[in-house]
């Protein structure tokens, strides 16, 4: 099918201001960004190149941007449930969210730099907190559930074979209002606020067209993507994601994360350079960890609480030989040996979402992990954890989400245009 | 019920004055006391391919376009301010000649003639110096008239209810108070943003038991609701209701005079879809009752009928057909709880049902938040 949705978009893209005067001043802008990498690139309302801020990360990319990032210090996840009933306005939402991603994550207004359109009688067109702030190396990262692969916009011949739906995993007790939705977008940022304003404005944006199901703030990243940061620790207070898949080795990251041409042929060669992303909303029984003994936290864990170097060794990243580990430790049962050798990319987040009921915090671990294909990659890992991993006792799974993140946007293209113009 | 109730009411409307004014009691907008003498009449030779002014620079009052149409096409003209038409006559027929009058602030103008009545026309731009003027666009007059007349006949056509509900009460007649209840409600709720900008009217009319100061004396349909269905009982709410009454038709008097712009109508239409969204469809509107759908469909009338009045104003089709397309959502979804004459009680919506209803309301107040600019703009 070629595009044929494209030229019905214009009236729900009034929604939108000037799109064409923010396409033209950006598009001046992206070739500051991709010839000089981030080290010239925008103030938070200027769009003069002369002004040196180094925290923008470019938006277009062979890649989607936000998952071999370097990880941020926040996260603002939302699942959307598509509300429209035409493929042209699945196409114009997403076209309008595009627009507005290049502009937020460049550290510009959405609707651009200048005077809003309709004066002091109209709404602005950003709703402004983020103002005076950075660019904070936001990343926006769109992902499509399997629900949209149905026959509302004549996508269901188009479902990756890897997009599959999980499995219940023993001890699941995940609650529906958190789970899946026909698209998700994660923004990472190193400024909280930058985080929740692009969620917000890309929501507000939506509206007619895709209303939010769930949403999920994380911060203090747990887990990195980067040998040059020291590994983040989650809310059990170990160190997490110390054999992660590292964002800037290619090989590793071709191996494991991103769908290659050939992979998933029939239906999803719109896929390729993509990558595939389990969220799962972790629940940790805080209360209850936090009263065993150093023992007992390193026994089930498999590291030392200290350095987090594998038990048996001293420093953390010592090689990890799993048969000499607890049997039922995290890490051994985790580890690549036990599943032919695959990795994923995590790059999750801790939450607190206040207290629960008693008193006792809610938290845990928002965990998002990458890969090329969850068939062979979340789905066995997660099996044999949740089967026999210590750690289950203080972990309760709540959420959970599978997306098909498509490749990097070109410079005119928009997120999933390989999916909806894909022949 | 906006969450603002206790603020000043007046404050925002009068924000909004500046926009495009236009008295209660409207008159001729070109009665404005300049001299109109002809130093301020432009004469325009049209022809097909033609339209020659005879001067660019006017004083700011009235002015008048002696339109003379040389050609062999029937033309029309125009008077633009940006994109907004100032004024208009169409239908100059080969040999006619018009005189438009207008009146004009300082600024910036075209003037276009269209030979054959299509396009853009041949435009010349005109400068308009001085004081004075109100550039009355007469299509926003029009608007204001219309939508006044709408808030007249919907108080006036609720008066009686009001009245049965009020009689109902004080013969102590239960049953026949709540039955009317929601009824008696109807025509307020759709004009209630009017009624916001008479002070304290409005609080005491409409104020919901969450939003009582401490020692605050609570009056108003809320109070009697309570009563009615928490007590099954009209005790002591003879005197509450009477005064119900009195109020309403003090709103009811009000209404020829009370200050009405295209901004404030567009205004009040997004503030009704914000009543809806943060009072109705959560049911904290009429907690005791659960009436809250037939208030939700009132405030939906009431934003429509603005939408409608002003639609002559907005320049972008896209907008409109777009606010049409949503209005018709919130109506079909709203439908679905249609009971009788009336609606379900809310408290059968389950929250599912509630969130459905939340994104139809959004999708439709999300463009409607741009109506006032799309209007005045």
């Known amino acids: 099918m070629t595009d044929s949705t494209t030229g019905q978009a214009p009236s729900r893209q009034d929604r939108r201001g000037p799109s ?25 309302d200027s769009p003069s190149p002369a002004t040196p801020v180094v925290d923008v990360v470019p938006f277009d990319g062979r890649h989607q941007a936000g998952i071999a990032t370097a990880v941020q210090a926040n996260l603002h996840f939302a699942s959307f449930d598509v509300v429209a009933t035409d493929r042209a306005d699945v196409v114009s939402l997403l076209k309008d969210w595009t627009l507005a991603a290049r502009e937020m994550t460049a550290g510009i207004r959405v609707g651009g730099p200048g005077p809003p359109p309709g004066g002091n009688l109209a709404p602005p067109t950003d709703t402004g907190e983020a103002r005076g702030l950075s660019a904070s190396r936001l990343t926006l990262t769109i992902g499509f559930g399997p629900g949209l692969f149905d026959d509302r916009f004549g996508l269901r011949t188009q479902r990756p074979a890897a997009l599959v739906d999980l499995p219940k995993f ?39 067209r895709a209303a939010v199901r769930w949403a999920q703030l994380g911060f ?127 790059r999750g987040f801790n939450f607190v979402d206040g207290a629960a009921r008693f008193g006792h915090l809610d938290a845990g671990l928002f965990f998002l992990a990458y890969q090329r294909d969850p068939r062979t990659a979340f789905v066995p890992v997660q099996l044999a954890l949740s089967r026999a991993d210590a750690m289950m006792e203080y972990l309760r799974h709540t959420g959970s989400g599978v997306w098909a993140c498509p490749p990097g946007v070109r410079a005119d293209g928009y997120w999933g245009d390989t999916l909806f113009t894909q022949a | 019920m906006p969450s603002s109730r206790l603020r000043p009411a007046a404050l925002p409307a009068a924000a909004l004055l500046a926009a495009a004014t236009l008295t209660a009691c409207g008159g001729s907008s070109a009665g404005d006391g300049t001299d109109s003498s002809a130093k301020n009449t432009v004469n325009i030779n049209a022809t097909d391919t033609k339209c020659k002014l005879d001067k660019t620079a006017l004083d700011a009052g009235t002015v008048h376009l002696a339109v003379k149409n040389n050609g062999n096409k029937v033309t029309e003209v125009y008077i633009y301010e940006g994109k907004r038409i100032v004024t208009e006559k169409e239908n100059i ?67 009686p209810v009001v009245d049965e509900f ?17 009824k008696s409600r109807f025509g307020w709720e759709t004009i209630e943003p009017v009624a916001e900008s008479f002070g304290d009217l409005d609080p005491r009319v409409d104020l919901r038991e969450a939003d009582l100061e401490t020692g605050q004396d609570w009056t108003g349909w809320h109070r009697i609701e309570k009563e009615l269905w928490v007590k099954n009982s009209t005790q002591g709410m003879g005197p509450i209701a009477t005064q119900l009454a009195k109020d309403v038709r003090e709103l009811q008097s009000k209404v020829p005079t009370v200050e009405m712009t295209v901004a404030s109508i567009g205004n009040g239409a997004k503030e009704l879809l914000d009543e809806v969204a943060t009072g109705k469809i959560s049911g904290e509107e009429d907690i005791f009752s659960h009436t809250d759908l037939s208030d939700f469909q009132a405030n939906v009338d009431g934003a429509k009928k603005a939408f409608e009045v002003l639609k002559p104003l907005i320049v972008d089709d896209a907008v409109v057909t777009l606010l049409e397309t949503e209005f018709a959502n919130v109506q079909t979804a709203l439908d679905k709880y249609k009971h009788g004459d009336g609606f379900v009680s809310y408290d059968t919506v389950d929250e599912a049902q509630r969130r459905e209803l939340s994104r139809v309301v959004d999708a439709l107040s999300e463009p409607l938040s741009k109506l006032t600019a799309a209007a005045t703009g």
């Open chain 1, 220 to 346: 203090g990243k747990a887990s990195a993507t980067d040998t040059s940061s020291p590994t983040p620790r989650n809310l059990f207070g170990f160190k997490d994601g110390t054999a992660n898949v590292q964002g800037h080795n290619a090989k590793a990251l071709a191996k494991h994360v991103w769908a290659a041409r050939g992979d998933d042929a029939a239906t999803a060669s719109w896929m390729t350079g993509g990558s595939y992303l389990v969220s799962r909303r972790i629940r940790m029984t805080v209360e209850t960890w936090d009263r065993g003994s150093l023992f007992d936290q390193e026994q089930i864990v498999g590291r030392t609480k200290a350095v987090g170097a594998p038990l048996g060794q001293k420093h953390e990243h010592d090689p990890i030989h799993p048969d000499r580990l607890p049997v039922d430790s995290h890490v051994r049962l985790a580890h690549p040996s036990q599943f032919v050798g695959v990795k994923m990319l995590r």
């Open chain 2, 93 to 159: 027929g080969p040999g006619t000649s018009y005189k438009l009058t207008s009146s004009l602030k300082a600024g910036s103008y075209q003037v276009a003639c269209k030979p054959g009545m299509t396009g853009d026309g041949i435009r010349t731009t005109i400068k308009v110096t001085g004081t004075g003027g109100t550039s009355v666009n007469p299509q926003a007059k029009k608007a204001v008239d219309d939508y006044r007349t709408y808030v007249q006949s919907q108080i006036d056509s609720y008066m």
């Open chain 1, 170 to 208: 023993p001890g699941d007790t995940l609650d529906p209002a958190r789970c899946g939705g026909d698209i998700a977008i994660q923004a990472c940022a190193d400024d909280p606020q930058v985080a929740v304003h692009a969620i917000r404005n890309l929501s507000r944006i939506a509206a007619g």
């Open chain 1, 20 to 44: 064409r005067r923010t396409l033209l001043s950006l598009a001046g802008l992206g070739a500051v960004g991709v010839g000089a990498s981030v080290t010239g690139a925008i103030a938070s």
């Open chain 2, 166 to 182: 009020v009689a109902a009460v004080n013969t102590g007649d239960v049953a026949k108070a709540k039955s009317l209840f929601a």
